[in-house]
């Protein structure tokens, strides 16, 4: 193995010496190795360069973390176990030669893709522990039972929604309820605009699409949710990013000041209610503002409405995209996942004067979107409880940000700043200086992940580091003494990080202590 | 209605002459045009001037189509009829002013939309009639009933495929099977590499993205799948066809001689096996070359396989990701949706060595994949039961192309010359010439779709009008007395179109009659 030579980054030579170690004392598979923190101390490097070292190593596959207990020596014989396979079956005459080998018959792709989305995918991908990363309610908050007895009997009276090749934008009994949904809150929605897709990312990256090209620049709130930053990367649309506030939402005078200096902005994304990870929601004034600027600048605007229905207030905010009456302006997503059903994946767009365009590119991306689930959404949605069941999940809601909140201003360092959410699943906290040192959200996550309890880091909120100091907390789940234990330990080790080096650019070979 | 000067084209002017007398005329909605034919001889201008003139109407909403009727003024009324809406829900003092006026609140987009997508969504939409369009089965021809069981079961035994968050590439037990599946005709997939998808078109268009960029050529075959056309062109790939045989698919020599002139292939795009639409499965020594020849150059192959299973040979016919065993250089993809449930809009990618990064494309294009149809899927695979069905299936299907075929031969034109294809669910035919006059099915399509039977035209299929004396015919549908009229039908109205000019530059003022 060669990590490079010693102009090397850092953390690129630790984890040479490291493997090096390793093979030298010849350590079984499965040995754990030195914790981060005494890796850090015993070679005179900060915490930020031992964990990179470690990821390194864990990327290539020559070591794996387990959560709640570190990183340990892989198994090598996973590269070549794997038994021949299709011995008995038709064509092994063809089949000989080259195969059975083993397991990876190809080398390990080397990591291409976005170094944030993999940062993500490690997330997402990792079972067990205290998960306090997604914005995902727990299952018990949904009508899971009703949901249960619907499919149950769709199943047996609409067999062809098995059967049948699926066509055209969407189940019309549940577009309609789409749109009679929206009218109680006096968005007026076009059935025949609608699209129903699969989940609200679906629907966002058609928006996308709908009204931009590669290389055109999209502006978007900071922060913003990730998957959004990661699809526009995905996309190749240069961010353009918006101040958001807690309290308000995007900084209309910084997008108007935008425009005005000429920055070719081609579409604004917005997830204005219940805001990710803000929780803010704009008052109708904004909104209006909003709609009205991008009107006169003829520049579309993509709303992200999934955490509308979830907002605390007591009437349900609308949309931005009420109002704008008579431009189709605005590109409305929304979705259920969020709100009623996440296992069933259902999502929608009413795109305005872009429908057709979005109905063309939806045949092009995924042709259309199982009818089935869709069948059981439209079914609860016409025969009622949906009110009652939203009342119910936002008080829970409630609750267990107040515990969550209460349980961070109790345990994390003095000075860490947390919003007060206006809906949604989520909270966002900054952390304090220490000692005039920024701390890194970034490291917090590696110490975290190693002890099984998983969070969502500032970074992944922003273009570069601007939110490292940050991070994103679910509410999701009901409070229990072991997320709250869970919420101790996570302010214990925030109180230990501190961004001494930027990771990207540690090519200096000197080796800060920390 | 201003349809344009004198310097219009052709059709725009007769557009513009039919509009003016239906007004003048204060024709009453639903009053009934005169047929292409008459018009086309009233006016003294060929069929295909008359029917885009009809289309150009159409489009604009002044008339409609109804299937097997003809073309009828539209109801004025449907643009300004709509209710207020909202008007006892929260926040209609937010709703007043502006609205209330309308449906259709702002103008009909212009077709900025690729026309070919825009024809098949037309084509798509229409209900009723004889369908011969789509590649699809009918309904009676899958186990409707045993996933109505699998369904109510799962509905019932695993209630958190409702209210859980979906993650990851897909359900483990499927993404086995699919592996378990492969191996019975000698393809290794690792349940790693897979990813499950909202279809096999989800597949296509992530494996697209995952080995190329907007502007990067993609070689396809010629004639080939004609949503892989419009799926390119929402991609901004551009497209090199290579000639493609019904004996033996794709023209390796071609590809070979593109290579070698330096022709910059991104990726090459096959439908080895069932060819659509052309129904060829090449022999193994030619798969076994294409596999050598791109890996020979460091060009990934994406293989489209969803119609492998439904080849009728004794053998299950490997797809050409079984002769890559070691570069993973093959990103296959297949699905259910043509083999065992519609319906279930199930599809998956293996990508061999591009794995990681179409699981990060999945992410943000739709996340993850509903999974209740992926269990009930898994669980249909793993009892047992499917080599049965497949086997039922493709003898119905053989039955059905027999009888197609022969129809086709009987009731076209002399010299009209069709597949025998290997297997799948469609036929490709080519009309001969007409007096020296290459006929148009994109002609031939207007004139049956007013009669109510549908069709893909074969100019979808290719680039340009290169195919535009061909059809594709789906033999998916049990053979009836209906269905042989149909295609008597369309016989006798393919005896009729001739090119006589190409319809998208129809500028001359020339009037030829036909």
Redesign the interface.
């Known amino acids: 193995m060669d990590f490079g030579d010693d102009d090397a980054p850092l953390y690129r030579r630790l984890a040479q010496r490291l493997w090096d170690g390793i093979e030298q004392a010849a350590m079984a598979e499965g040995t754990r190795l030195p914790s981060v923190r005494t890796l850090a101390a015993q070679h005179g490097v900060s915490l930020t360069t031992a964990l990179q070292a470690l990821r390194w190593l864990e990327t290539r596959g020559h070591i794996e973390a387990r959560p709640r207990s570190g990183y340990f020596v892989a198994k090598r014989t996973r590269r070549g176990k794997r038994g021949v ?2 011995g008995s ?4 005459a ?2 000989g ?3 059975g ?1 083993g ?5 390990r ?1 080397a990591p ?3 170094e944030q ?2 940062d ?2 490690a997330i ?2 990792e079972s067990g522990g205290v998960r306090l990363d ?1 914005a ?1 309610a ?5 009508p ?2 009703r ?2 007895v619907l ?2 009997r769709l ?2 009276q609409h ?10 934008a969407g189940y019309p009994a549940l577009r309609a309820e789409i749109a009679r949904q929206a ?6 929605l ?1 059935p025949e605009e609608l699209v129903v ?3 609200c ?2 629907a966002l ?1 058609l928006a996308l ?1 709908a009204v931009a ?2 290389g055109d620049i999209i502006a978007v709130e900071s922060p913003t949710y990730f ?1 959004l930053l ?2 526009l990367r ?1 996309l ?1 649309m240069p961010v353009f990013p918006i101040p958001s506030r807690a309290s308000s939402g995007m900084d209309l005078d910084a997008l108007r000041q935008a425009l005005d200096r000429g920055v070719p902005i081609k579409a604004v994304v917005t997830v204005a209610n219940g805001n990710n990870p803000l929780g803010s929601v704009p008052d ?1 004034a904004a909104k209006r503002a909003l709609v009205e600027l991008l009107r006169e600048r003829d520049v579309p605007l993509i709303e992200d409405d999934i955490f509308g229905d979830l907002c605390f207030g007591e ?2 905010p ?1 949309p931005v995209r ?2 704008d ?5 605005v590109l409305l997503c929304g979705g259920f ?1 969020k709100s009623l ?6 999502g929608w767009i009413a795109a ?6 979005v ?3 939806k ?11 869709q069948a059981a959404v439209a079914e609860l949605l016409a025969t009622g409880g949906y009110a009652l069941h939203l009342r119910r999940l936002k008080a829970a809601l409630q609750t267990q940000q107040h515990a969550l909140r209460d349980a961070v201003l109790r345990y994390f360092p003095d000075g860490t700043q947390i919003t007060e959410p206006a809906g949604g699943f989520v909270l966002w906290a900054k952390l304090a200086e220490i000692e005039g040192r920024r701390p890194s959200t970034r490291q917090l996550f590696e110490l975290a992940r190693a002890e099984g309890i998983s969070f969502a880091p500032g970074h992944l909120f922003g273009e570069g580091d601007v939110f490292d100091d940050c991070l994103r907390l679910n509410a999701g789940n009901r409070w229990t003494s072991e997320l709250e234990a869970a919420v101790r330990r996570l302010g214990e080790l925030a109180a230990d990080v501190t961004s001494s080096e930027p990771p990207a650019v540690s090519t200096s070979s000197a080796m800060p202590g920390r």
Chains 1, 2 share one sequence.
């Open positions: 396979g299709a079956a038709a064509g092994t063809e089949a030669g080259a195969r080998a397991a990876k018959r190809w080398a792709p291409e893709i976005d989305a993999r993500h995918l997402a991908g997604l995902a727990e299952s018990s908050l949904y899971v039972d949901f249960s499919l149950r199943a047996y067999r062809d929604l098995v059967g049948s090749h699926v066509r055209g009218m109680q809150y006096a968005c007026e076009d897709t699969n989940g990312v679906e990256n699409r090209r590669p998957v990661q699809m995905a190749e109708d009437t349900r609308r009420a109002f009456d008579t431009h189709g302006n996942s059903c996440p296992g069933l994946r259902l305005g004067r872009f429908a057709e365009r109905k063309a590119l045949y092009t991306t995924s042709m259309a979107t199982a009818e089935l689930q």
